[in-house]
């Protein structure tokens, strides 16, 4: 993982920076390597167009970069780390309603301050909540990891609570040790392989 490009193994995907030509001049220099074999991945057109949701319903077209395995001759897609796999809605805008569901926000208030609808944020924390033990220890490994000598993150409050600091602690960590200056839940993006989100039986990918 380097300052301007996170990269995160989740077949059939890898999750990568938000900056597209810094994931150009990584295929081209051969920094990405494939999930399945090991192998350099080179360019190889690009996925299917889709639209993104952001804060207040504002829109924006995405279409990821492919990457073709030069050994093993699969393709895989570059998911940037501003999504979450199938979800419309940014990472940073979820992320912003689990803070405000931490803070004891009411789901009414959380659905009006960032202008979705409220069976969208009813769907968001439940999924959260369902995964939020497994998010909590993910993320504390994935701190310790990233730094040793940080304080280990005390349950407090709910398991969503919790969950929630543990992530904000472990992009903390990788602030200091890789320099990324991406927020907290892309971030996390990157460091769930995309499946923040995903169905309880989805496993995490484990980059320590």
């Given at each position: 993982?380097?300052?301007?490009?996170?990269?995160?193994?989740?077949?059939?995907?890898?999750?990568?920076?938000?900056?597209?030509?810094?994931?150009?001049?990584?295929?081209?220099?051969?920094?990405?390597?494939?999930?399945?074999?090991?192998?350099?991945?080179?360019?190889?057109?690009?996925?299917?167009?889709?639209?993104?949701?952001?804060?207040?319903?504002?829109?924006?077209?995405?279409?990821?970069?492919?990457?073709?395995?030069?050994?093993?001759?699969?393709?895989?897609?570059?998911?940037?780390?501003?999504?979450?796999?199938?979800?419309?809605?940014?990472?940073?805008?979820?992320?912003?309603?689990?803070?405000?569901?931490?803070?004891?926000?009411?789901?009414?208030?959380?659905?009006?301050?960032?202008g979705v609808p409220l069976s969208t944020v009813r769907g968001w924390l439940g999924r959260f909540a369902e995964r939020a033990v497994l998010v909590a220890g993910h993320f504390a490994r994935l701190a310790a990891w990233l730094d040793p000598g940080m304080a280990v993150v005390e349950?407090?409050?709910?398991?969503?609570?919790?969950?929630?600091?543990?992530?904000?602690?472990?992009?903390?960590?990788?602030?200091?040790?890789?320099?990324?200056?991406?927020?907290?839940?892309?971030?996390?993006?990157?460091?769930?392989?995309?499946?923040?989100?995903?169905?309880?039986?989805?496993?995490?990918?484990?980059?320590?």
């Open positions: 993982m380097g300052r301007a490009l996170l990269v995160v193994r989740g077949a059939p995907v890898l999750m990568v920076g938000s900056d597209p030509d810094r994931v150009e001049l990584a295929l081209a220099s051969g920094e990405l390597a494939c999930p399945g074999c090991g192998g350099v991945l080179g360019p190889w057109g690009w996925a299917r167009g889709r639209w993104l949701r952001g804060r207040d319903g504002v829109r924006q077209r995405l279409r990821p970069r492919r990457g073709r395995c030069r050994a093993c001759r699969v393709t895989h897609v570059l998911l940037p780390v501003v999504m979450l796999l199938r979800r419309v809605d940014v990472a940073e805008v979820i992320g912003a309603a689990l803070l405000a569901r931490a803070r004891d926000q009411s789901l009414r208030q959380i659905a009006a301050g960032l349950p407090r409050g709910s398991p969503l609570v919790g969950a929630v600091e543990a992530i904000g602690v472990a992009a903390v960590a990788a602030a200091r040790r890789l320099g990324a200056h991406s927020g907290p839940f892309e971030f996390a993006s990157g460091a769930t392989g995309g499946r923040l989100l995903a169905n309880t039986n989805a496993p995490f990918p484990t980059p320590w």
